[in-house]
């Protein structure tokens, strides 16, 4: 049984860097064709893609937010981290982490965790 | 940069079909998906593949393919199907995930 969860602070201050934390379970990122990626949803808004990494460490990103992002995993702990740099208000949204299959193109999210909102506000 | 483009709504009565578009110039290259929103809730894959059906999904939803367009079905609509509704495919390299602008399906 595949589980993820969203964990970080809720709140955080224009300009600031935003660091959450996937922990999953059911699976092992060491795995040939897995991965784990990041979306986002601002409140009645669409879904956005933000960043996905391979099992074997390969690292795609939104272009878009290119700059301004990091994703590393850590396969002892089933962790993946997404840091955000300076922080917008714009960048209010519920971010959800997701498990992907990548043996295809493009990845596709099976199972997603339940998501977490992040507001930002000064 | 790359798109993919929904028609903001659909709106079906009970027992009827409902169609939801997508359409994307590299759709003829890259896998589409869909996923099912419901309020308050994550998404759901209820397509793979362009048109596989995940176990669990019932039966009534089905995808297809025709060039820069792919199609969700839902066959005789019942209310629980009333959500919001995304595709997802990649850029023509593949390298870059993207997601549709969302489709409110209504059932009337």
């Known amino acids: 049984q595949i589980t993820l969860k969203e964990s970080g602070p809720t709140l955080v201050k224009p300009t600031q860097t935003l660091t959450l934390t996937c922990t999953f379970s059911?699976?092992?990122?060491?795995?040939?064709?897995?991965?784990v990626g990041w979306i986002r949803q601002p409140p009645g808004k669409a879904l956005e893609w933000l960043a996905l990494i391979y099992w074997d460490d390969d690292k795609r990103y939104s272009p878009s937010l290119k700059s301004r992002l990091i994703i590393t995993k850590d396969t002892s702990k089933n962790q993946v981290v997404l840091t955000m740099t300076n922080m917008d208000p714009v960048d209010t949204a519920t971010y959800y982490c997701?498990?992907?299959?990548?043996?295809?193109?493009?990845?596709?999210?099976?199972?997603w965790g339940q998501g977490t909102l992040v507001t930002v506000s000064s | 940069s790359y798109e993919l483009t929904q028609p903001p709504s659909v709106s079906v009565s009970p027992g009827q079909t409902a169609r939801i578009t997508c359409s994307g110039d590299?759709?003829?290259?890259?896998?589409a998906y869909w996923y099912q929103q419901k309020p308050g809730q994550a998404p759901v894959l209820v397509i793979y593949?362009?048109?596989e059906r995940p176990s669990g999904i019932p039966e009534r939803f089905s995808g297809s393919s025709s060039g820069t367009t792919v199609t969700l079905t839902i066959s005789g609509v019942q209310a629980e199907d009333e959500a919001d509704y995304y595709c997802q495919s990649a850029d023509s390299s593949g390298t870059h995930v993207v997601f549709g602008g969302g489709t409110k399906l209504t059932v009337l």
């Open positions: 593949k362009d048109s």
């Open positions: 997701a498990h992907a299959i990548t043996a295809w193109s493009p990845p596709q999210f099976d199972y």
């Open positions: 590299a759709l003829p290259k890259q896998y």
């Open positions: 059911g699976f092992s990122l060491s795995t040939s064709g897995v991965g």
